[in-house]
Nanobody, 122 residues
Framework: QVQLVESGGGKVQPGGSLRLSCVAS????????MAWYRQTPGKERELVAS????????DYRDSVKGRFTISRDNAKNTVYLQMNSLKPTDTAVYYC???????????????WGQGTQVTVSE
């Protein structure tokens, strides 16, 4: 079955960096776009960044542009989120997603990882 397993979260001081990883299994990873989302208590989950199947196209929410980088290694079935210059407002649970739609195409069921906590504070 499809599994998405995130890792790399933790606590970091403002200005610090973290790299999240999401290892995928149970499907042909290299043909699917992937995405990172985040959620804080009481708020809806929001898209942080997405990446096409080949990695040639990436998109970011405005608040993380220039600080976060999404990438993937199709040989390792892994998608990454490098987070630099972290701010307290980046504190959230971060989720990996295999989106059901990307670029106007339908890619079937929606899959999410279990999430990893990122806390940015002194």
């Amino acid at each position: 079955q499809v599994q998405l397993v995130e890792s790399g979260g933790g606590k970091v001081q403002p200005g610090g960096s973290l790299r999240l990883s999401c290892v995928a299994s149970g499907f042909p990873f290299s043909i699917y776009a992937m995405a990172w989302y985040r959620q804080t208590p009481g708020k809806e989950r929001e898209l942080v960044a997405s990446i096409s199947s080949t990695g040639s196209n990436t998109d970011y929410r405005d608040s993380v542009k220039g600080r976060f980088t999404i990438s993937r290694d199709n040989a390792k079935n892994t998608v990454y989120l490098q987070m630099n210059s972290l701010k307290p407002t980046d504190t959230a649970v971060y989720y990996c997603r295999r989106p059901p739609e990307y670029g106007g195409r339908d890619y079937g069921p929606d899959y999410w990882g279990q999430g990893t906590q990122v806390t940015v504070s002194e």
